[in-house]
């Protein structure tokens, strides 16, 4: 082989590495820069393209995403929703209706499309460029044909895409997160949309000039100045529409606490965790219980909090209460799986021997036993005066040896329901407790907003007036003993489901 060859050979290797290092700069140029946040009507939506299978990915957060085989190219293409601006929703909606938002988006979405491209390319040429000078430093000619690499790449990836894309694959999407057992959300979630953003608006006047009303006629008379006031909510099921609605009334009812018994996720998923971020709003005490659709993921990011108290097998002292809660021993997320009934509630039942061998330990027994599952707690029925609970999605009270169990329904609604027409209260309660040494449940309030109808309704509870006196009765050694054996008559919402 002469010299010449040799030379042939030398500067198509040195050819091929700059190809090699333009494609890979264009790849790094793309996956750190190959994504803005730009304005879609009145909303804020994340695009990203880079190399990658020839799918199109949307992200509809918290509920997951869908994910369809649109073009022929190595291209990935996504878009995540990122924010809603309500006041732009709804007057956009008033003045030119669904239809209109609907063209107004599609054609914003088609330009920013267009400028995705161009970013796309720059940035990948971009990212040639700069990996190219790192390893050929000065040798200008390879930079270059680097470059080029990127560009004849990138954009001969982009044409095809172009020419290729199929808008139809959307009719056979794969979902992804929660979307996997809601997938009929995304069919009506354009006729959805003005429903839920107007109740969403108006959802604080409501709550504000309702309970002011409330509160200037009912509730100084009856519970007085010196109490302490608890907001319990629950199920929440990662809907920001339910965090609304707890946040108003914690602020209408000026309460001093709020406990929240779990479920306040529902598939097990990472981005659901991002509504503990809506917690420091609260601005008060926020006391976590964990749930049966809660991870061990979303409990330590509450505790890591700095307004966040997290119950789980321990108790602690708040604002003057004795508050003990522990987290559901089952884990079982919303993924469309069948739950055992039988197995589900014995579970639940079992917790009851750790709660009373927790009390036992404690110097003085609490005001409140918080737990998910009010089956859980019955073994400490006439030990303790008040067990709180939510996951049966129904408001309910009953007494077990001179204990007041109260449940709590859904303070989220009916979560991602609301899009296929399920219409459930937005529910939460107040309890007003004396201070003092023995702190003594005085009165509760029930709050529920009907999204239907837009209506709230307070109603108040007066312990006495209720109940009587109520006198414990505990059991003999109960803390070894089985659960206490109470008649229940069992109703169908006493079977859980994947979306308790």
Known sequence: MGIRDDDRIRRAAQLGLAMLVGLVGAWLGALLLGRAEVPMGPFRVEVAAGFGSGETEIG?????????????????????????????????????GVEGLSEQVQADALAEVRRLGVRLVEVSVIGALVLALLVF????????????????????????????YRPAAFA??????????????????????????????GLQTLIVGATRAYTSIQAQPLVGDDVVRVLHISDIHATPLGMDFAQDIAESFDVDIVIDTGDTTSFGTSIENLIATRIPGFERPYVFVRGSHDPASLQSDIAALPNATVLDGTAEDVDGLTLYGLGHPAYTPARGEEVDA????????????????DLETLDELPDIVAVHDDRMAETVAGTVPLVISGHFHETGVRVLNGTLFLRIGTTGGSGAGVFRGLDIPFSAEVLYLSRGPEAELVA?????????????????HLVSQDFGELVLTPSPSVSLAPPLTVTITPTPSDTPTPGD
Do not use: M
Request: proline share 5%; net charge negative; no cysteine.
């Open 172 to 201: 056979e999407p794969t979902y992804t997160g929660s979307l996997g057992t809601a997938a009929k959300l995304i069919g009506p979630v354009r006729e959805a949309t003005d429903r839920i953003e107007d109740f969403r608006a």
């Open 342 to 357: 039988e197995a589900y509630e014995a579970q639940a039942r079992a917790a009851g021997l750790e709660i009373a061998e």
């Open 137 to 164: 430093r000065t040798r200008w000619k390879l930079i270059l044909a680097a470059a080029v690499a990127a560009l004849v790449a990138v954009g001969g990836a982009e044409v095809l895409a172009w020419r290729t």
């Open 60 to 96: 509809l957060p918290p509920f997951g995403h869908l994910i369809a085989d649109t073009h022929t190219s190595p291209l990935r293409i996504s878009a995540t929703l990122e924010d809603v601006g309500v006041e732009r929703l709804t007057e956009v909606v008033g003045r030119i």
């Open 444 to 460: 509760y309030d029930v709050i529920e907003q009907f999204p239907d109808t837009g209506s709230l309704t307070v109603t108040r």
